[in-house]
């Protein structure tokens, strides 16, 4: 069972950047694929970013391409969303989630493909 701790959330103005973290248990992470998800309030779950097992391939919700980047670091089971000129609409709590089928490039964008899921990170943008 692979545990994910998100970090890195909190409360900015429209325009700020934050850096989410997600720290996995175990080093089987680094054969994964990763994603970030969000949920707002009376929302329901979608997917934000995604990353394979290599790094050689990304995904993006269309609303945040050129704003966030999704990235990983392998050596240290940590998987990255840097998120620029925030807006009040990405306002939502920020999930990291695994899937636990190893070497897979295609990104998948829904929930259900998903094994593991952290406990989630508030991210707040103000206008």
């Known amino acids: 069972q692979v545990q994910l701790v998100e970090s890195g959330g909190g409360l900015v103005q429209a325009g700020d950047s934050l850096r989410l973290s997600c720290a996995a248990s175990?080093?089987?992470?680094?054969?994964?694929?990763m994603a970030w998800f969000r949920q707002a309030p009376g929302k329901e779950r979608e997917f934000v970013a995604g990353?394979?097992?290599?790094?050689?391939?990304?995904k993006y919700l269309d609303s945040t391409k050129g704003r966030f980047t999704i990235s990983r670091d392998n050596t240290k089971n940590t998987v990255y969303l840097q998120m620029n000129s925030l807006k009040p609409e990405d306002t939502a709590v920020y999930y990291c989630?695994?899937?636990?089928?190893?070497?897979?490039?295609?990104?998948?964008?829904?929930?259900?493909?998903?094994?593991?899921w952290g406990q989630g990170t508030q991210v707040t943008v103000s206008s």
């Open positions: 989630a695994a899937d636990r089928k190893t070497f897979l490039s295609v990104i998948k964008s829904n929930p259900g493909e998903y094994d593991y």
């Open positions: 175990e080093r089987t992470f680094s054969s994964y694929r």
């Open positions: 990353i394979n097992w290599s790094s050689t391939n990304t």
